[in-house]
């Protein structure tokens, strides 16, 4: 195997940006040299056609991890294709799944002398990016890789996706990572589960317990996704949700159940003023309004005084609430406070001396 480890995923969103950052700070931190890149690119800040791609095609996820990391802009390998809706449909029209000179050019770049460890963060599940030939199988054989999976982990049953890729990647896959695993569950899955996986074949280098934090969403991405109005409190917006609160209970209820949540959207009526007062005085990161009518004055200037957000939206509850929920746990570590517990996260819960050592790389 080379100095290339490709980490990737059974299904979207398990934490591979995390276990890159990881790593590399690990490595970094050793004095060992890194360079990132994502062959499929998957969060790009422009809208792009096929036919305008830019030449140096960055993903937002490899810029991000490297400004935290201190890398410069050679470090950061370009990605081969974008995925999205335009760029699926002229591959798809042009029926040819294969990738081809462009991976072998990458391989030979990957190949030229550089005296560390190229990171790759693969496509989100197994299967993703087969349409432009650059899924995780193909980009595997393809840079002659080694292949690290992160994987959520609920039971037992979560093995089965596991073995699956084991079969499909074989002596490529070096070991995984569980995570999201239920804080109380993770002494359990230690003793009983990971005896269990390594007999199957599988080497376990952590087991990293769920984080609220690491699935939370910012004020700022919910008003982007809703859509909405910022009433106030507009230089707030990086303030991190991590739970939920419908108000549509009386106020006295509303009370006791907002001191019970931490870090909260609360989402309610925009004449409802009694619940969104209520809600001023809980841990509550930002207020969304729904339904007609407007936030009353006095309102506005508590929220200002206590830094609190407001947002208004057109849509109703339910709908507003909906976009919400789809958002936890489905955005992008793209904040420095997400990084830094990342960087702790791994740090405490993985034991990444094995898979060092089966890369030749000194610690």
């Keep these: 195997m080379g100095k ?3 980490i990737g995923s059974c299904e979207p969103f398990s934490g591979k940006s995390a276990l890159v950052l990881g790593i590399a700070r690990q490595l970094i931190a050793s004095n060992h040299l890194i360079r990132l890149g994502k062959p499929l690119a998957t969060s790009f800040e422009m809208d792009c056609s096929y036919d305008s791609l830019p030449r140096v095609l960055i993903d937002d996820d490899v810029r991000f991890v490297g400004s935290i990391l201190g890398l410069d802009e050679e470090h950061l390998i370009p990605s081969l294709h974008l995925l999205s809706s335009e760029t699926a449909d002229v591959r798809l029209a042009g029926a040819n799944l294969e990738i081809g000179s462009e991976l072998e050019a990458l391989h030979e770049k990957l190949l030229e002398p550089f005296n560390g460890l190229t990171l790759l963060e693969a496509a989100g599940s197994l299967h993703e990016g087969l349409l432009y030939g650059l899924s995780l199988e193909q980009v595997a054989k393809g840079l002659d890789a080694a292949v690290v999976l992160v994987h959520l982990w609920q039971d037992s049953r979560s093995v089965e996706a596991l073995l699956a890729a084991k079969q499909r990647l074989g002596d490529r896959l070096l070991g995984i990572v569980l995570n999201a695993v239920t804080p109380e569950d993770v002494g359990e899955v230690q003793s009983k589960v990971l005896p269990s996986l390594e007999t199957l074949g599988l080497v376990v280098y952590g ?8 699935r939370s969403v910012s004020v700022g991405e919910l008003a982007r996704r809703l859509e909405a109005r910022i009433i106030c409190c507009s230089d707030r917006i990086e303030l991190m949700v991590e739970t939920l609160s419908i108000g549509a209970m009386n106020v006295n ?13 609360v989402v309610t009526g925009a004449d409802r003023t009694d619940i969104q007062l209520a809600a001023l005085e809980a841990s509550t990161q930002c207020l969304i309004l729904t339904g007609a009518g407007v936030p009353l004055p006095q309102l506005i200037n508590r929220a200002e005084e206590l830094e609190v ?6 849509t109703d509850t339910l709908a507003t609430v909906e976009v919400i929920e789809q958002a936890f746990g489905h955005v992008r570590l793209h904040e420095a406070v997400k990084a830094s517990y990342a960087f702790r996260l791994v740090e405490e819960h993985c034991d990444l001396t094995p898979l060092f050592k089966s890369l030749g790389i000194s610690i």
């Design 4 to 6: 290339t480890l490709l």
């Design 207 to 214: 087991v990293m317990p769920r984080s609220p934090l690491l």
């Design 253 to 265: 209820s509303a009370m006791e159940f907002f001191r019970r949540r931490r870090n909260m959207a």
């Design 309 to 314: 957000p407001l947002l208004k939206v057109d």
